[in-house]
């Protein structure tokens, strides 16, 4: 039973990290993705994700023999056990889960695959599509189990290695006990179910951490209103054991690769089966309003127009620790403030994109020459170290907007700056908007 051969298709977040960690585990992986640059800078030990742990373990894989990398699914999938899809389901029509690359990956592999295989799928897929998948396979010797991943950018590694658990789906219960021991010595508690409820789990957790997140940037804003410190707010609401203190920090929006679209999936699942989902649909709603409430800040700390007015921006990347930009607020911010006409000037320390209108500098201080007000985004912890006083003499303006209140307002106060968090309360309420 252990080690096995296993196949990863994909070496995106998901499959090189499941790759690598299962090559880690004693296994013998071979990954598989169509995009022959990254297999052959894999094959070389090198990977353009950013997460801790991760070059190490690819390096440690390939030096023992036990992690290799092609571009041909049949080579790479025929002699495995099992055959983790870890590919992308991207936003589609109306918001539901586009399975596209999956089915048609699905579809090679059900000529490839040897007798008795499974097929293991971590991607985020619609409840019900293991089901398909198996329709798609047609073969009685091969079964498709539903194992969603639940690994953070940033933490990739770790997460996968010292899961809180791990959940495992499917029909067949041998299937899923085959699958399970892959895992075994993670010594993480696995929850066996149908391959339905284990496709809804990954939904119902995004899209419950999503309502979480839009709850605390509301209350931020009735906490503006009300002269309340959010900050109290959510250490008193913390302590509460029923609601933890994870995922309390207010902030742009919540955004990156997974949340946003996984909520839009959660939404089609429930509009296709009639039911009226309207607290994750107001908490959709209430994040797109967040972003816009960023802006807003902005604009009232610089007179209330933005035309032609120069913005620094502090962070780009969705969260800290991460290079990612996909679905990103800090962009979704930076495109608002460039539709108002607004000059930007950004920086983030991992990354450096082409963004239309928006001049991307390497230097933090950079974005503060002349600028009217400071925009941070995303919780770089360098951003913490910045010296304000040089910020301060750069600016023409005075304002520091920071929705995640990432920054200790002691130091801007001293070099001279307003600064802005959100649910301000008892540190101050000049300048949210709503005065
Ligand atoms: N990123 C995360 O933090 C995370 C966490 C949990 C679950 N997920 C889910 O896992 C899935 C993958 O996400 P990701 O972020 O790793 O995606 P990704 O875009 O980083 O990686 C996908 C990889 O698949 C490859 N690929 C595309 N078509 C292919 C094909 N036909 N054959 C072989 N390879 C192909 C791409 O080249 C890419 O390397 C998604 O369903 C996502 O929702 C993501
Ligand atoms: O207290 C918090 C925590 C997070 N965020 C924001 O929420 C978004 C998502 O953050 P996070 O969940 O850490 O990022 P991901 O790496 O996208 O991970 C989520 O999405 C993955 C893909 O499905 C899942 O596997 C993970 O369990 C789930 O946390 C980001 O914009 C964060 O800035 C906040 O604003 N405040």
């Not at 963004?355 to 995303?378: H, I, N, R, S």
């Amino acid at each position: 039973m252990f080690p096995q051969r296993i196949a990863v298709v994909g070496t995106g977040y998901v499959g090189l990290t499941t790759g690598a960690c299962l090559a880690s585990l004693g296994h013998d992986v071979t990954c598989a993705d169509v995009d022959e640059a990254k297999v052959e800078r894999l094959r070389h030990g090198r990977t353009d994700i950013l997460e801790p742990g991760l070059a190490d373990l690819l390096a440690g894989g390939l030096a023992a023999g036990r992690l290799r990398f092609l571009v041909d699914l049949a080579e790479a999938a025929g002699e495995a056990e099992a055959v983790f899809l870890c590919l992308p389901t991207p936003r589609g029509p109306a918001g539901a889960a586009d399975l596209g690359v999956v089915e048609s990956v699905v579809h090679e592999l059900r000529r490839v695959v040897r007798p008795g295989a499974v097929l293991v799928c971590k991607s985020t897929v619609p409840v019900g599509t293991a089901a398909r998948l198996t329709a798609l396979v047609a073969r009685d010797d091969v079964a498709v189990v539903s194992n969603p991943e639940f690994l953070r950018e940033g933490t990739a590694v770790a997460d996968f290695l010292g899961p809180d658990r791990i959940v495992v789906g499917a029909d067949d219960p041998d299937a899923v006990e085959r699958v399970a021991a892959l895992y075994a010595g993670l010594g993480a508690p696995v929850v066996r179910t149908d391959a339905r409820s284990a496709e809804m789990v990954k939904y119902a957790a995004n899209c419950f951490l999503a309502m979480k997140l839009s709850y605390v940037n509301t209350l931020g804003e009735l906490c503006e209103r009300l002269g309340a410190d959010l900050g109290a707010v959510t250490e008193g609401m913390g302590l509460d054991r029923r609601i933890g203190p994870g995922f309390l920090r207010p902030g742009p929006g919540w955004g990156g690769s997974c949340l946003p679209k996984d909520a839009a999936a959660m939404l089609r699942m429930a509009t296709v089966a009639d039911v009226d989902f309207g607290l994750l649909r107001a908490a959709v709603e209430a994040n797109q309003r967040h972003r816009g409430r960023v802006v807003a800040k902005v604009r009232a700390a610089v007179g209330g127009r933005l035309a032609g007015v120069r913005i620094g921006v502090l962070g780009l990347a969705f969260k800290a620790g991460t290079s990612d930009l996909r679905d990103s607020p800090a962009i979704e911010v930076v495109r608002l403030l460039g539709l108002e006409g607004a000059e930007v000037v950004a920086h983030d320390p991992a990354v450096s994109p082409d963004l239309p209108g928006v001049v991307v500098v390497d230097d933090p201080y950079l974005v503060a020459k002349q600028a009217e007000a400071v925009v941070v985004l995303t919780e770089w912890p360098q951003f913490r170290a910045i010296d304000w006083a040089l910020v301060a003499q750069a600016m023409t303006g005075r304002t520091v907007v920071d929705p995640r209140n990432h920054l200790d307002p002691e130091p801007l106060a001293r070099a001279g700056l307003v600064w802005l968090g959100t649910g301000c309360g008892a540190r101050g309420r000049a300048g949210c908007p709503a005065d």
